[in-house]
């Protein structure tokens, strides 16, 4: 009840002032101008057409200002199991704790997040992605908001962006995702008055996200981008990719200096182990691996983390 009284006091109270009539529409207007979806397609890509459908449905039929309650999105982010309290636990012992991830993990009111019931000033999806963040700069020593490039290859609504620029990034972040998760991300984001753009339109010089859904804007972005160290992050998603995909991508990052990666053992009929060792294989050997459980509890649920080392 607690946690549900928070949660109606930022929608109320807060959530207005971030979210209005004008972005609601672009939101909507994004949606409306995209192409058909297919009709069919392999068991993986059968699934996402599924949930994409049903996903433009909602934008237009529902308040976006509550998108993480609707129904198809509210399974992808059930935050409020028993491992989310061991991640919050993690936190709150790291000497960082105060200075850095306390600040970081307080929860907006853009999208209604149901707040955590140990910690309501925040939520189990934000906690969450904290807890991987943190535990990525534990086990390589290494730090996302250090890099001046980052691409991440399935973005969720954009909460692991807003975090990583919570945490004092300003350089350029590429999301890579379906173009209706696209939308909502600059939705989302915006709404956190952080520059956003699609494609890869943006002022040269300027910290911003850019959302893309293209193989072909991937490479324009790629192809301009500044000097300067880079990271990809694909975390539950690239392991949930057609192959052909996976192998497009990975050929594209290959020179980049940090790897954040999440993965089940399987995934329809693909061994991710497999493959995620011999994509290692074919990345700069400058590379240092570390392959860990997400969590002791959850031993078959994977990260795999690379820190380059300093270039000669």
Known sequence: MLAEAIAFRRRVIL??????????ATLRASIQRLPDLPASGSEAEAMWLAYRRRFREDVLTRDPRRFLRWPVVRPMYRRDAPY???QLAYLRAHPDWPSR???????????????????????????????QMCRFEDVTGARLPDVEFILEFGGGYG???RLVYTLGFGGTYAIYDFPEFSALQQFYLRAHGLPTSSGTRREPGRPAI???????????????????RAAFVALWSLSETPLQLRNAVMTRVKTFDLFVFGYNPRFADVDNTAWFAAARARLDDRI?????????????????????????
Not at 15 to 24: E, L, N, P, Q, S
Not at 104 to 128: H, K
Not at 212 to 219: F, R, V, Y
């Open 84 to 86: 989310v309290g061991a």
């Open 159 to 161: 909460a692991l962006c």
């Open 15 to 24: 959530g207005r002032r971030t979210v209005d009539a004008a972005d609601i």
């Open 288 to 312: 240092d691996w570390h392959d860990v459980p997400l969590q002791l509890l959850h031993e078959s649920v994977r990260h795999l983390f690379g820190a380059g080392r300093a270039r000669n």
């Open 101 to 131: 991830w306390r600040p970081a993990i307080q929860e907006s009111a853009v999208g209604d997040p149901r707040p955590f019931f140990d910690y309501p000033t925040s939520s189990g999806n934000l906690l969450y992605q904290a807890y």
């Open 210 to 228: 850019v959302t893309l859904s293209t193989l072909g804007e991937l490479d324009e972005l790629l192809e301009g981008r500044l000097p300067g």
